[in-house]
Structures are given as C-alpha cells and as structure tokens.
C-alpha cells in the first residue's frame, strides 16, 4: 500500500521544518497565546472577586502583591505555552515516525 498524497505532503513538511518546531523559542512564540488563554481568566477572576465577597476582597487585598500575581501568571503562561507545543511536537514526530515506517516497509514488500 502506498502513501497518500496528504502523508506524502506531510513527510515533507515536517521533515523541513521538525527541527525549526522543536526549538525552545519557537514553542514558546507559537504556544504563548494559549498560555495567555489560561492566564487572563485567573486575573479576571481575581479582580472580579471583590464584586461577590467584599470580606475576602478586604483581606486579600491588605496582603496582596501585584507583582507576585504578575510573575504567578506569566509563569502559568508560559508553562501552559510548552506544554501545548511539546505536545503538538511529539504527536506530529510520532505521526512522521509511522509514515516513515509504513513507506519503509512498503519498499521492502516491493
């Protein structure tokens, strides 16, 4: 059985550009908008809390830290980031790994 157009369009990609998608920088570039998905809500429900229970808006703000929800949330999103395009990465590699297999195997068996 041979491959597909779109298997043998995919070989293609991914060996141009596996290497360039792994790289610590692009994973960030191209996951950090999800990782800020995750993020923004956090903040949202943080400074939206001080509208449904004035007590604990009080205490938490007597000890509260900007700077320590700013660094919190940046570090959610960026691990958030990583995490979804490592992942992608992986699945893509595993994916080009099995085409790669069958497509050896096929020019065996011919």
């Known amino acids: 059985m041979s491959l597909s157009a779109d ?5 293609a990609y991914w060996e141009a550009n596996r290497l360039r998608e792994k790289r610590l920088t692009t994973q ?3 996951g950090l908008p999800m990782g800020i998905l995750f993020a ?22 007597s000890q509260f830290s900007p700077s320590v929800l700013v660094v919190a949330v940046l570090l959610i999103a960026v691990f958030i980031a990583l995490i979804n395009r490592r992942f992608r990465w992986e699945k893509l ?6 085409i790669q297999s069958r497509e050896r195997t096929t020019k065996i068996d011919d």
Do not use: C
């Open 7 to 11: 298997e043998k369009k995919f070989l």
């Open 28 to 30: 960030l570039m191209y």
């Open 93 to 98: 590699e595993q994916q080009y790994l099995e």
């Open 40 to 61: 923004v809500p956090i903040i949202v429900n943080f400074l939206m809390g001080r509208f449904w229970y004035k007590r604990a808006d009080a205490v938490g703000m």
